[in-house]
């Protein structure tokens, strides 16, 4: 059994994953995976959505965003064990032996929504919660896919590589993140 | 061989995120609310000795300047930025970590993906209508990053200079600041 690490130690084992990824493959990154996931359900109800093109086995679609940088998305949808897939995939596998291999476990209401959360809204707002989580999951991946990245592309491995992107994306997260969490989860006890 | 690395990466990534507690919403929402700076330092001491190693491997030739991966800069970055702050203040969650929660157990987290799959398919169809518009007007020349990634895909802002000497002090000032930020203001 094991404690969580404290914040030196958890961002040098953050550190030298994001440094592995780049070194043996590239950049972490995870939001696109979302696409590719929607791509392959599409594409089961949809079987004209995605075309090969004999001669040069590229892949086309009629999909205007998995058809772009040449039909990059629409060939991951066809052969999903790609590389970006199976790595998001795996990070569940990383959580489930972590929570696993830990001391301290999930229990009781944090399975459904942290302490700030029944703070604010009690302790019978399970379905409030899933209602918001729904929400923001779905603002969150939009605006990731607009950024062209999220919190691991743009933020860690963008900054990783001064990329200036990274700082862009930084500085919208955290210019709407820090008035919207403060307003949100206020407390009225005080 | 790739797919090997995607499984060991991967696991390795979600072991850490959940390790470092980036996949505890308290811990996240908390840290925006600025009431508790643990997971700011484990970010910005994460991604300063990451770079830092980045940029010294990359001057010895150990690590290929070929799999650097310099995102496009647009005011959609911005823009989504936001967006995504919104949803990430709300939840706690991001499209990374939310995995791992769900990994861990957190069932929140599920109905998070559900809507994440749901706004990147909205995405995916609007996008044929929006790709020409201001949202995707470029920011200093698109690819850039601020030093020189001897790359011919990516341009910089500071030029004529080696990398590890602009690059090296701005990690090692991510270093500081992590090791300078109090810690928690409140339980957790």
């Known amino acids: 059994m094991i404690k969580e690490l404290n914040w030196l130690k958890g961002g040098l084992f953050l550190g030298i994953v994001f440094l592995a990824a780049v070194w043996l493959v590239k950049p972490i990154g995870v939001s696109t995976q979302f696409v590719i996931f929607d791509g392959i359900v599409w594409d089961i109800f949809s079987p004209k959505l995605i075309s090969e093109n004999a001669d040069s086995h590229t892949f086309e679609s009629t999909n205007a965003y998995l058809n772009k940088s040449g039909g990059k998305y629409a060939a991951h949808v066809k052969k999903p064990f790609s590389y970006g897939f199976i790595f998001v995939l795996s990070m569940i596998l990383g959580g489930f032996i972590s929570g696993r291999l830990s001391k301290n476990k999930v229990l009781g209401s944090s399975r459904f929504y942290p302490e700030v959360w029944q703070d604010k809204f009690g302790e019978t707002s399970a379905k409030k919660r899933y209602f918001y989580m729904f929400f923001a999951g779905f603002i969150v991946l939009f605006g990731a896919r607009l950024a062209g990245g999220c919190t691991s592309g743009h933020m860690m491995s963008g900054i990783m590589q001064t990329s200036l992107s990274g700082y862009l994306f930084t500085f919208g997260v955290f210019a709407a993140a820090i008035p919207v969490s403060i307003l949100f989860y206020k407390s009225k006890k005080q | ?188």
């Open chain 2, 1 to 188: 061989m790739e797919i090997i690395l995607a499984i060991v990466l991967g696991i390795a990534f979600g072991f850490a995120l959940d390790q470092a507690q980036a996949s505890n919403p308290q811990k996240i929402i908390n840290m925006l609310r600025l009431k508790d700076f643990h997971l700011m330092k484990v970010i910005l001491f994460a991604i300063g000795f990451s770079s830092l190693l980045l940029f010294i491997l990359l001057a010895l030739n150990i690590i290929d300047a070929g799999h650097l991966s310099v995102k496009t800069s647009y005011i959609g970055v911005i823009v989504g930025g936001g967006l995504l702050g919104t949803g990430f203040a709300i939840s706690g969650y991001c499209p990374g970590t939310c995995v791992v929660a769900a990994g861990r157990g957190r069932k929140d987290a599920l109905f998070f993906i559900l809507g994440g799959l749901l706004g990147a398919l909205l995405y995916m169809i609007i996008f044929g209508s929006i790709k020409d518009s201001v949202l995707f007007s470029k920011i200093a020349g698109g690819a850039v990053s601020l030093v020189e990634t001897n790359t011919e895909k990516y341009s910089s802002i500071i030029g004529n200079v080696r990398a590890l000497v602009v690059a090296g002090p701005i990690a090692i000032v991510f270093m500081l600041s992590a090791f300078l930020l109090p810690g928690r203001k409140v339980k957790s």
